[in-house]
């Protein structure tokens, strides 16, 4: 496949990328302990770096995640940056949050070395404009559906048949509008599409996200390839 190739050509750049020294064996795309963060819904946290204000966003995103964002920034109009360390969450506020971070012109999304934006945690960092990912940030991906809850599936079994089917249907309908969203959302944003066509819709679906294998770290080059970093 193209993004096994790229990746073991790509190692000795992807450990730059990472800053980390041990590689997943099950994954050498990626680090084998990424530095995501709480599993904590996410916190929100003004600090001043280098003489300028900075958001960081740690945790999970989840449903409330936009309106505290939107309320963060609006305390303090001196915020330049927003820093992300997220394993994702709700796919859908993350768009939302995107979107909130877009509205405010000059509002830059970062992720600093070491750090790692994963899942629904792309989409926030993409609302940002400029967008940063410094030597040693990572950017993870994997493809986006709505059966991360896996307790809602074992629940339906238990119900019946028909309770099965329902949800099965469910599931393919909203993926397939969270598709339709996701695209939009990354023309509107300045991404290629190419990004979810070529890398996040390769990967296995999210109901094994815990499996390191179905994941992605984009090397220094596809960040740029695909537009996720659009400045220096």
Known sequence: ??????????????ALLTGATERDPNNPTCPQSPNWGSSDAMKLTVVERSGMKVLLAEGRIDSGFPDRLKTAIESDPMIAEIWLRSRGGNARAGNEAGRIIRSYPGLATRIPAGWTCFSACNFVFMGGRPRFVDEGG???????????????????????????????????????LLATEDNDFLIRMGISRNLLTEVMYQQQARGTQDDPSTRYCLTPDEIREYNVMNAS
């Not at 190739?5 to 790509?10: D, E, I, S, Y």
């Not at 950017?139 to 119900?159: G, L, N, Q, S």
């Open 138 to 176: 990572v950017f993870m991906v994997h493809m986006f559906t709505h059966t991360a809850d896996r307790w809602i599936i074992d629940d339906a079994v238990i119900d019946g048949s028909e309770a099965t089917t329902e949800l099965i249907v469910s599931i393919e309908q909203s993926s397939a």
């Open 1 to 14: 496949m193209r993004l096994r190739a790229k990746a073991l050509a790509a190692l000795g750049c992807l």
